[in-house]
């Protein structure tokens, strides 16, 4: 997908056109990827070039509308925390987890690091806020809930690399929504500081993105 295309598509949430940029630069070489907690409208549908991609998530209306949208090449209904029984050591280029770790206990969210890693043959990346984040039940969707926070030390003592993302921590609350009005000035803002200061300097962003090279 060509960048005015991306734009076209994402406008006017700048921080998913930056996304998706950034996990196109990821994700390069990698050709089959396993979207955990895939939502209904993955980020990975930004993607120029075509990949084989499968989508599991817990919540059946999620991958019912994402199917809708043909996002992924296959779907499973699944608790992440079993797809070892699903899914053969290295049977991904790349395993992505975007916004999920934070929904389940810290304990299960450790155990889900090492069953990634072993399903992953090149990469793992995940994207969570920094630290807790208050988030309730949305929609009748009892997985949307916060059940524990995750700070730089959690990934980089694995061996991850960890750059900010979403901007100055201030400026966003919960569902990583802009706390203030217009959101399109907010926005603009937001971005201005992720490539000037928080990319580099993730302790003050609002989000982590994660990333570690397995090959």
């Not at 499968?54 to 991958?63: E, P």
């Not at 050591?89 to 987890?97: C, E, G, L, Q, Y």
């Not at 630290?131 to 700070?151: A, P, T, Y």
Request: glycine letters at 6%; hydrophobic letters at 40%.
């Amino acid at each position: 997908m060509e960048i005015i295309e991306k734009i076209r598509k994402t406008f006017p949430n700048m921080a998913l056109f930056t996304l998706a940029l950034e996990l196109e630069e990821l994700l390069k070489g990698c050709e089959e990827i396993l979207d955990l907690g895939c939502g209904s409208n993955s980020p990975l549908s930004l993607l120029s070039k075509k990949k084989y991609l499968v989508g599991i998530d817990a919540y059946k209306n999620s991958i019912k509308e994402s199917k809708k949208r043909q996002i992924h090449d296959k779907y499973f209904v699944m608790d992440v925390l079993k797809i070892r029984n699903k899914f053969k050591k290295k049977s991904f280029d790349a395993v992505i987890a975007l916004d999920l770790i934070e929904h389940l206990k810290k304990s299960d969210g450790i155990k889900l690091l090492a069953i990634i890693e072993e399903i992953a043959r090149k990469k793992v990346i995940l994207l969570t806020p920094n630290g807790f984040i208050n988030q309730r039940d949305i929609n009748n969707n009892m997985f949307q809930e916060h059940l524990s926070g995750w700070g730089i030390r959690d990934f980089k003592k694995s061996g991850y690399k960890v750059q900010g993302k979403y901007g100055l921590k201030m400026l966003r609350g919960e569902m990583a929504n802009l706390k203030w009005k217009p959101r399109f000035f907010w926005g603009i803002v937001s971005e201005l500081t992720h490539f000037l200061y928080t990319k580099k300097n993730p302790e003050k962003s609002f989000s982590l993105l994660c990333y570690k090279d397995l090959s």
